[in-house]
């Protein structure tokens, strides 16, 4: 089991940075892919990226693909995403996953452990 406590959100203006972090606590970290999630008020939870158990491979959403970034230190137990450009749009609750299974999954469904979530907000 794994536990995932996210860090960094904040309020920014559109075209800002930010850079969230997600600890995760338990073994073999490094067993786990791990993903970014995220929820705007009236939505379903979406997609946003997901790295391999390596760190070699990445997959975004066609939304953030060109302005965030995923990775993962397995020596720190800690997954990244670096956010530039941010727009309106991307205002939600971000949310780290962590999936044990085999699969290279997009869906929900395939992350088994999450964390409480983290909020961004870019307006002006």
């Known amino acids: 089991q794994v536990q995932l406590v996210e860090s960094g959100g904040g309020l920014v203006q559109p075209g800002d940075s930010l850079r969230l972090s997600c600890a995760a606590s338990?073994?073999?970290?490094?067993?786990?892919?791990m993903a970014w999630f995220r929820q705007a008020p009236g939505n379903e939870r979406e997609f946003v990226a997901r790295?391999?158990?390596?760190?070699?491979?990445?997959y975004y959403a066609d939304s953030v693909k060109g302005r965030f970034t995923i990775s993962r230190d397995n020596a720190k137990n800690t997954v990244y995403l670096a956010m530039n450009s941010l727009k309106a749009e991307d205002t939600a609750v971000y949310y780290c996953?962590?999936?044990?299974?085999?699969?290279?999954?997009?869906?929900?469904?395939?992350?088994?452990?999450w964390g409480q979530g983290t909020q961004v907000t870019a307006s002006s």
């Open positions: 790295v391999s158990r390596s760190g070699v491979l990445t």
């Open positions: 338990g073994r073999s970290f490094s067993t786990y892919v």
């Open positions: 996953a962590a999936s044990g299974g085999s699969t290279w999954s997009s869906m929900r469904t395939s992350y088994d452990y």
